[in-house]
């Protein structure tokens, strides 16, 4: 616990910052707030979000759900292949995350928020999704 107290008082003041400044400048401040959230749950950490775990192997993605609603996800990416992976996510043909590369027997996180639609759960390393590495995922 005291681990992650530091870092997360920290996001909480830089926050904390930031709505300072959107409240004295009204401009779009969404952009670099959200993109410090991703860079601080790489780690591996919770962030807050609700826990998915995508399993990979030569050649699959296996998802512990496949029926979730809409919300903000830590992805574990979970790599049990002999093959280096990473995962994408996208809807309607757009990228909306993508995860690090995972090298067999590793493992790494993805924080992505998904709205109500369907999405497609792919790895773009190689081939690999054309041999099986893609599942689609319904968001309601
Ligand atoms: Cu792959």
Redesign the pocket.
Known sequence: MSQLSVPTARRLARGAAALAICAAFLTACGASDSADTQASTKSGSSSGGQALTAT?A??SITLDKDKLTAGTYDIDVVNK?H????LVVAKDGKNIGQSDTVGPGKSTTLTVTLESGDYVFY????N??AMG?ETTVSVS
């Open positions: 990979e030569d050649f292949g093959a280096t992976h990473d790895c773009s390393i190689g690999h999704r590495m």
